[in-house]
């Protein structure tokens, strides 16, 4: 396997070069997806409703709007409308999802018009399903009012927003604690039952205390093992660790790392008004880190994986009546697609984790993490980084879900797929797939600085 070379057990099977192969090929029917089917390129979510479930505003680490534009230093140089609160702002017309008395109203088919007169959508209304418990991410109605908005992923790309600061690195850093696995596995394993992560309702004050005292115990251990700073969130190595949670740290790396290349790929040159690349951002952020490239790899194979697992399961799906010419166009793109991509383990290969009976009950472990992963997205203080922050651990919830709780063979026990976690999916997909083609325009340029050119 020479994804990894230097990884103790294979995390994935397939190389750089095979990857890039891949996504040469599959890039045109993602973008077409993702770009030009109403079904994939809205997205309902919660954006307002939530609260931040872990900190408060009182403490002056808040990730509201206000707090992660005042922590930008140098903000007075930017123009107004350039300023993080202005490129965070939702872009496009929204339309809410009728709650559960307007839909028992309703007849049980996709409305028309719910987005406004321009806007030509017809397909957007999802009905509610109950959840289920073999979910990894949190379904977007737990402790909200509403079931949310819909919103346009075309009208707000994921780019440079001026997002930075105390805000944004306050909730990096709570993402990664979710793998801060510090007691030795024994211990660890024996104290499960009483964890906070365990259960999913847990008061928000008892986690917050864990997750310090973990932090605090890593942070001492990262500096000793690493002699490196202990606030670096890239110094905590996992060599040690088990495959499982090699592999939470990845997705969680590699999602942050797709999210860099984008804002770095797609950034606001200050001086001229310009959109444009910036390599000295790809440089610093994922060049001289190419742990975090390979973990970028790493979500691709995972992501294909799962989107090739579905094949059998989608071979039905339907996805609006409203107009059926474009229904049979998106259904018969996300079939190619699916068929595209190499069936079995050849990408990757999931059977390898959770096999150790010494590990079972890590699963669930594994879930809950993930699920506060999703949580933490509401801490996020600009709307469009939190709309593709949860969009994005949707994805990957969704993945995962496919991954250990699908069989890919016989779909009759398999947990229902709701059109959330489909578009979160397929669009999730559609951001590395994307990440993966930035990245070599970006190696390209790099290539052409190191000759002088
Ligand atoms: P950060 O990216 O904030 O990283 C913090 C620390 O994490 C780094 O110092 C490093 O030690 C470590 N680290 C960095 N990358 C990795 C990695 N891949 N793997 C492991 N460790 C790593 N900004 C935008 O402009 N547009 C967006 O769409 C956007 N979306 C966001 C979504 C979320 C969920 C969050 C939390 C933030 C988002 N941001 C966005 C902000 C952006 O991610 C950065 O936080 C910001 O640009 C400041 O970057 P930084 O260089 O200080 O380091």
Redesign the pocket.
């Known amino acids: 396997c020479a994804f990894e070379p230097g990884a103790i057990v294979s995390d994935a099977c397939a190389s750089y070069s095979t990857l890039d192969d891949l996504n040469d090929r599959l890039y045109p029917y993602v973008k077409s997806i993702t770009q030009n089917t109403d079904f994939f390129s809205y997205y309902r979510l919660n954006l307002y409703n939530k609260k931040c479930p872990f900190w408060s505003e009182e403490n002056g680490m808040c990730g509201n709007i206000a707090c992660a534009v005042n922590t930008l230093d140098n903000e007075g140089d930017i123009p107004l409308v350039w300023r993080a609160q202005e490129l965070g702002k939702l872009e496009g017309p929204k339309a809410q999802h009728p709650g559960r008395e307007a839909q028992k109203k309703r007849p049980k088919r996709p409305l028309q018009g719910e987005l406004g007169e321009d806007v030509g959508e017809s397909c957007v209304v999802e009905y509610d399903d109950d959840c289920d418990d073999r979910d990894y991410c949190v379904p977007d109605d737990e402790n909200a009012t509403g079931k949310g908005d819909y919103v346009s992923l075309i009208d707000n790309p ?7 600061g105390a805000g ?2 306050q ?2 850093e709570a ?2 604690r979710e793998n801060c696995f510090s007691k030795p596995r024994a211990d660890w394993e024996s104290s499960m039952n009483q964890s906070p992560f365990g259960g999913q309702a847990q008061a928000a004050q008892d986690l917050r205390s864990v997750l310090k005292a973990q932090v605090v115990q890593q942070n001492i251990q990262s500096a000793i093992a690493h002699n490196a700073e202990p606030s ?3 110094t905590l190595e996992f060599e040690d660790e088990c495959l499982e949670k090699r592999v939470f740290h990845r997705v969680v ?2 999602m ?2 797709s ?2 290349t ?2 770095c790929y797609d950034f606001l040159n200050q001086t001229t008004g310009q959109w444009s690349p910036n390599l000295e951002c790809y440089e610093q ?1 994922l060049h001289k ?1 190419p742990e ?1 490239i390979s ?1 970028l790899y790493f979500n691709y194979a995972l992501m294909l994986r799962a989107v090739g697992k579905i094949r059998q399961h989608i071979k039905d799906y339907e996805y609006c009546s409203a107009d059926p010419a474009q229904d049979q166009q998106t259904k018969n793109l996300v079939l190619s697609l699916s068929a595209a991509i190499p069936a079995g383990p050849e990408i990757f290969d999931e059977t390898v984790m959770f096999r150790d009976p010494s590990v079972a009950s890590l699963k669930e472990d594994f879930r809950n993490r993930f699920r506060n992963v999703s949580r933490i ?1 509401d801490c ?1 203080g ?1 709307d ?3 709309l ?2 949860k969009l994005q651990t949707a994805g990957y919830g969704t993945a995962l879900k496919v991954l250990f709780e699908f069989d890919e063979h016989d779909s009759s026990n398999d947990p229902p797929l709701r059109r959330t976690e489909l578009v979160a999916l397929i669009n999730t997909l559609g951001r590395v797939s994307h990440s993966l083609t930035a990245i070599k325009d970006f190696s390209r340029m790099m290539e052409a600085k190191e000759l002088g050119i």
């Not at 994921?158 to 930075?164: D, I, K, L, N, V």
């Open positions: 994921e780019r440079f927003t001026g997002y930075a944004s690195h909730v990096w993402i990664y670096r969130v890239d790396s590699g942050h790392a999210i860099s984008h804002l952020r880190h975090r973990n997205m996020v600009c469009k980084c939190r593709w922050g």
